[in-house]
């Protein structure tokens, strides 16, 4: 597998950018929205749940690219509509799998008297990296492009500068988040995504729709 040609000494971000991208470019093999995953990595490894976190990013980028077409048939917009929405619910999913990964990884370090707890989880952190990885690289193909003008290049690529910045920022504040908790200095604690929309007892249109 994959996952073990990665060296011992490697930061995690950059493990997680690897695999990221990885995703990235298999999809772009084929740049169907239907084309089923094929995860190179085995379910015991944390690169599985990395590659299929950013696999269904990249499905729902190119689903928000759709839909957003003018001339889209109304009755294909609707069932859209309901694949990003399902897709929005399974991206939340694989958030918390990879929080329980990391809750696991730390469940025994001693937590400081003095520790602080961080506005968001390790997970939601690598959500906003994974789509940045899709941004960096979609960035950089209109950088690419050949059928506009300079300007337009010039635009993209002031954008691409941007983003590698960020992608620079957010790498050293997630490893300072994980290096925190694995010395006890912050802690992990991960509230489940209550999500109302999709529960038939809770969304007033499914349940009143249901007497």
Known sequence: ??????????????LFWKVFNESIVDYHKYDNVDHEI???????QIEHLL????WVDTVQWHFE????????????????KRRID???????DMVEFIDSYFLDKYKNV????????????????????SI????IYHMEQETK?????????AKCQKKLDVLREQHKDLSTAIEELLADIEAGRKYMKVYKQMKMYNDESLNPILYKGKK
């Open 1 to 14: 597998m994959h996952g073990k040609t990665f060296r011992n000494d490697m930061k995690q971000t950059e």
């Open 38 to 44: 094929e995860n190179p990595y085995d379910k015991s």
């Open 51 to 54: 590659y299929h976190k950013n």
């Open 65 to 80: 690219d759709i839909i957003r077409d003018p001339e889209i048939d109304p009755k294909a917009a609707l069932i859209l």
């Open 86 to 92: 399902a897709s929005n619910q399974v991206r939340t």
């Open 110 to 129: 001693k937590v400081l008297p003095d520790a602080k707890i961080n506005t968001e989880s390790p997970a939601w952190a690598i959500d906003r990296y």
């Open 132 to 135: 940045l990885a899709l941004k």
């Open 145 to 153: 492009r050949t059928d506009v003008d300079a300007e337009h290049i």
